[in-house]
Nanobody
Framework: QVQLVESGGGSVRAGDSLTLSCAAS????????MAWFRQAPGKEREFVAVSRWIGSNIYQTDYANSVKGRFTTSRHNAENTVYLEMSSLEPEDTAVYSC?????????????????WGQGTQVTVSF
């Protein structure tokens, strides 16, 4: 059983930066594809970014168009942690951000494609 715990959320101003962390326990972290999703009030959960395991110690990252160029996901396998660095934040980025994990090399951008999920951390961006 894999457990995921997010941290790093908070309230910031537009244009600020924030880094989220997702710590994993259980399983072989290096073989997991780790994704970030977010859900704003009254909206459906949406894909944000993924660090996709494509074999050996090789990972491919991909991003939603809405965050491309502003967000960066990275991972520290020795610490079983994946990060989401967010810059140039906008009020539209306000949401609960959650990480998710799956053991697969396939591309997956749906929440239901993942096997394990965290509880999420709130990010609020104001003008």
């Amino acid at each position: 059983q894999v457990q995921l715990v997010e941290s790093g959320g908070g309230s910031v101003r537009a244009g600020d930066s924030l880094t989220l962390s997702c710590a994993a326990s259980g399983g072989t972290f290096s073989r997991y594809s780790m994704a970030w999703f977010r859900q704003a009030p009254g909206k459906e959960r949406e894909f944000v970014a993924v660090s996709r395991w494509i074999g050996s110690n090789i990972y491919q990252t991909d991003y939603a168009n809405s965050v491309k160029g502003r967000f960066t996901t990275s991972r520290h396998n020795a610490e079983n942690t994946v990060y989401l660095e967010m810059s140039s934040l906008e009020p539209e980025d306000t949401a609960v951000y959650s990480c998710a994990a799956r053991i697969s090399q396939d591309i997956a951008t749906r929440w239901s494609d993942y096997d394990y999920w965290g509880q999420g951390t709130q990010v609020t961006v104001s003008f």
